[in-house]
């Protein structure tokens, strides 16, 4: 790997706070939810950093990481 690797990714519809476990807790606890879903927003935290870390920590290439998926079609690559 060299020392160049970078990906810029944003995520339609998130906010800062989207990617913790509060975007799943925030409705249950009777405030507004975020734009996009809390169990989606995890669900897109979850593969793209398990894609991140096998790729540079197990060596393991991670096609999720070449560009735009259409499993997760509002994560968008910059």
């Known amino acids: 790997m060299t020392g160049d690797w970078k990906r ?3 995520v339609t519809g998130a906010e800062h ?3 913790v476990d509060y975007a799943v807790l925030q409705p ?3 405030l507004p939810a975020f734009p996009i ?7 897109i935290t979850r ?3 398990g894609a991140f ?3 540079h920590l197990k060596g393991k290439r991670r096609p999720l ?3 735009p998926s259409d499993g997760y079609p509002e ?4």
């Open 47 to 49: 593969a793209y950093v």
């Open 28 to 30: 249950q606890l009777g």
């Open 65 to 67: 990481l070449d560009g």
């Open 17 to 19: 706070m989207s990617f």
């Open 75 to 78: 994560v968008r690559f910059w």
């Open 8 to 10: 810029w990714l944003t």
């Open 37 to 43: 879903d809390g169990e989606r927003s995890i669900a």
């Open 53 to 55: 870390l096998d790729l």
